[in-house]
């Protein structure tokens, strides 16, 4: 099986010089994290929720008036180009290591279309239940945590979410996603001098996404990758007598697949 043969051509794009605005707008309208970015038609990079909550959330951002702020600024032009004939089989060997996310399908340039972990779970056919291949290590937020505490748990521990957790109960989600708005509001509705102090007063659960999608332990990994696409979610918390025991990613399921 070729690249072509799943990959996404309906592709959303934008302009280097959109303001970010309009770069949240297009993520919340069509519930993407990702968007290419084109200069005179041509790829130069990507700007995703993960670079968008990591410029705006850093200290030295914060004073960056947000008429200022444009999609160039938050470009990752650290991008990975692969040609729409490569075997999918290679790109399953690199499920698990760093790098990005979506990869593009160019042809000198030009965007043909791109792949996402999203676009591959459909191939997980794995029986095993998640209980054999969760993460137990549990890292979790409570609602009444500041959205910079998460933040930084997330960039320490190199995760795009965690589990909301209030009295031992899964109440939400939060991502880089929610925190990509949260900073993006504040740098827009308040003036430079009072911007610190409020992201200093945004908690969890002022962002947290509800409800969380779940699954229990005996779920098989083909029945996880098919929730995980129902609901457009990246990774679901594994909870039995209603306690999170673990959580399971994209990256777990597609390493189920045969290589």
Request: proline share 4%; net charge positive.
């Amino acid at each position: 099986m070729k690249v072509k043969d799943v990959m996404t051509t309906d592709i959303i794009t934008i302009d280097k010089d959109i303001d970010l605005k309009y770069v949240l707008t297009l993520m919340k309208k069509h519930d993407i994290t990702k968007i290419p970015v084109l200069e005179e038609k041509q790829l130069v990079g990507m700007v995703t929720d993960n670079i968008i909550a990591y410029k705006l959330g850093s200290i030295r951002k914060k004073g960056v008036p947000a008429s200022r702020l444009h999609a160039s600024s938050v470009t990752d032009k650290n991008i990975e180009c692969i040609s729409s004939d490569t075997e999918v089989k290679t790109i399953l060997k690199k499920v698990g290591q760093p790098g990005p996310t979506m990869l593009c399908i160019t042809d000198n340039k030009h965007l043909l279309g791109v792949i996402t972990k999203a676009d591959l779970l459909h191939l997980v056919k794995s029986k095993k239940p998640v209980r054999e291949i969760m993460n137990k290590k549990i890292l979790t937020v409570s609602p009444d945590d500041r959205i910079i505490h998460a933040r930084r748990i997330m960039i320490d521990e190199k995760i795009a979410r965690l589990p909301v957790v209030d009295k031992g109960r899964l109440v939400g989600m939060i991502s880089d996603n929610e925190l990509a708005f949260a900073f993006a509001n504040v740098k827009k509705s308040f003036p430079l001098g009072k911007q610190k102090h409020r992201l200093d007063e945004f908690f969890v659960k002022d962002v947290m996404k509800t409800p969380a999608i779940w699954t229990r332990p005996s779920t098989t990994a083909k029945e996880a990758s098919s929730l995980m696409l129902k609901h457009n979610v990246g990774a679901l918390p594994i909870i039995e007598n209603d306690k999170i025991i673990g959580i399971i990613s994209r990256t777990d399921l597609l390493n189920t697949i045969s290589r």
